[in-house]
């Protein structure tokens, strides 16, 4: 049985993951990247981000790998 996802559907579940995992992220615009969505934790650390122009979303595993080893 094949299981067909879209880019919007695994969004919704990266962010559900991090939002559980760690904390609410907010997601934030910058005029310097118009393009991209931040969606950043409680002590505004960028987690993920989403280029809505070449649909790429990028996690930025620094932060979430600190996390993990404290």
């Not at 993951?17 to 934030?28: C, D, I, S, V």
């Not at 960028?46 to 979303?57: C, G």
């Amino acid at each position: 049985m094949d299981i067909l996802v879209d880019k919007p559907q695994l969004i919704r579940v990266v962010l559900l993951y991090l939002n559980n995992n760690f904390g609410n992220l907010t997601p934030k615009t910058s005029s310097k990247f118009p393009n991209s969505v931040f969606y950043v934790n409680s002590d505004n650390e960028v987690m993920m981000e989403y280029d809505k122009e070449n649909e790429h979303v990028h996690i930025h595993y620094k932060h979430i790998w600190l996390k993990i080893e404290s």
